[in-house]
């Protein structure tokens, strides 16, 4: 008797993986940062900015969903 070794994600999956690997990524480097050169400064619109609060977790939880929608995608 003779087993078949099939990979068990799909070429397709593996790119949306990719997608979704770097979408998480680029929200996280967005949400890094706002570190001001004098420490005893506090920068509010800086570290309270639209690209860090609002952006990058929706980056971040869109890069998750990718993922969720790859690892269940049935590969041809």
């Known amino acids: 008797m003779e087993t078949k ?12 993986m990719l997608v979704g690997l770097i979408v998480i990524v ?3 480097v967005l ?13 509010e619109n800086e570290v309270y900015s639209f690209t860090r609060i609002t ?3 929706i980056l971040i939880v869109a890069g ?6 790859a690892i269940m995608r049935k590969s041809n």
């Open 5 to 16: 070794n099939t990979p068990l994600f799909g070429k397709q999956n593996l790119v949306w």
């Open 26 to 28: 680029l929200g996280l």
């Open 31 to 43: 949400m890094a940062g706002g570190k001001s050169m004098d420490p005893t400064v506090f920068n």
């Open 55 to 57: 952006l990058a977790p």
């Open 64 to 69: 998750l969903l990718i993922e969720v929608f």
